[in-house]
């Protein structure tokens, strides 16, 4: 059985930082693209960052670019999110994604496509406020 557990959400005040991980189980990492996605109630999922780890390519959403990391340790078949500097406007439950048929970022933050992917995390919340 595959499973991702998503963990290291909290609360953090605005400008904090927080690390997510993604652990996988059932199911290796090694190149696979994995996604970050993130929602708030009300609201559709959204993309936030991925990583190709074959070739170690990432992308991010623009409202994260230059806060936000995505890495990966193949040693632990884990893929981390740094958040820093973060804002009243990141809270949402995070989740990890990924699908064995995809190795490649290139609809990452297309959600008509992702949510038909195989395995998703079962989500971190991460709450920002002062």
Known sequence: EVQLQASGGGWVQPGGSLRLSCAASGFSFDDH???????????????????????????????????????????????????TNLKPEDTAVYYCVTDPRVAFCDYYSDYSVTKGYRYWGQGTLVTVSS
């Open 33 to 83: 693209a994995i996604s970050w996605y993130r929602q708030v109630p009300g609201k559709e999922r959204e993309g936030v960052s991925c990583i190709s780890t074959g070739d170690a390519t990432t992308y991010y959403a623009d409202f994260v670019k230059g806060r936000f990391t995505i890495s990966s340790d193949s040693a632990r078949n884990t893929v981390f999110l740094q958040m």
